[in-house]
């Protein structure tokens, strides 16, 4: 809810030889990605899946869910900057999935790839891995100027501490949705599970993303704490089996 054009800066380093003796005059020029690459979560945030520096030819991926009960349609935001909110970057392209399959709220599963090539061009993937139904978008490079790219890594800088905090909230948050959809994929597909403790433990879930979006701007000490106490239920309910499926995560 996890933007960014290439643009090719140079780093110089000084060679060394085989033997890892003196430097040589030889110059190593790396194309790196100038500014972060990201979505925007459903709360506004930047969550970055190419991180600024990164060289490239690359790919990332990352998950990510519906917010919605049956949401059938699922707009993906491309942001580039520094920032923690997505307000605050420069929106360069959206990736538009249509025909999501029905299910509760955190069930489908959208895989969103970054590929950057060698040229820094970029192009953007958004699978379903339920149905496999994939759409992309090419991202047209060097959207913003040399100078942009410096105010806005500037501005990145003088705002470090705000933004530390809404990241600790955005990743807090982001852990305990993948958590829970985690754990309603799980009852969904398990037979080991009796009936009552499904539905105790399926109430729970429910509750829990009723809570956060009632609470979506609390700190990120009481998402940890949520977290834990949903992770206790699910332990007492599961037991060991449980410890698998959060390493998924």
Not at 26 to 33: F, K, M, Q, T, W
Not at 150 to 173: G, I, Q, T
């Amino acid at each position: 809810r996890t933007g960014d054009s290439s643009e090719s800066l140079e780093y110089q380093v000084s060679g060394m030889d085989e033997l890892g003796g003196a430097a040589t005059s030889e110059i190593l020029l790396l194309d790196v990605v100038p500014l972060s690459l990201g979505v925007a979560s459903a709360w506004g945030e930047m969550l970055p899946l190419v991180q600024r520096g990164t060289t490239i030819p690359t790919k990332r991926t990352k998950l990510f869910s519906t917010s919605q009960e049956n949401q059938t349609d699922f707009v993906i935001e491309i942001y580039q900057g520094e920032r923690a909110l997505v307000k605050d970057n420069k929106l360069i392209g959206k990736v538009e999935c249509h025909g999501i399959s029905h299910a509760p709220r955190g069930i489908p599963q959208i895989e969103v790839t970054f590929e950057i090539d060698a040229n820094g061009e970029i192009i953007v993937f958004a699978c379903e891995k339920n149905t496999m139904h994939c759409e992309k978008q090419n991202i047209e490079r060097n959207i913003l100027s040399e100078e942009e790219m410096e105010d806005m890594v500037l501005d990145a800088e003088e705002s470090a501490e705000d933004d530390a905090l809404v990241r600790r909230l955005a990743l807090a948050r982001y852990n305990l949705e993948s958590y829970l959809g985690s754990l309603l994929r799980t009852l969904l597909t398990s037979d080991m599970i009796i009936k009552g403790d499904a539905k105790r433990l399926r109430d729970a879930i429910l509750s829990c993303f009723a809570w956060i979006d009632e609470n979506a701007s609390s700190g990120p000490e009481e998402f940890v704490s949520k977290h834990e106490e949903i992770q206790f239920l699910a332990n007492v309910i599961v037991g060991t089996e449980h410890d698998e499926w959060e390493q998924e995560l």
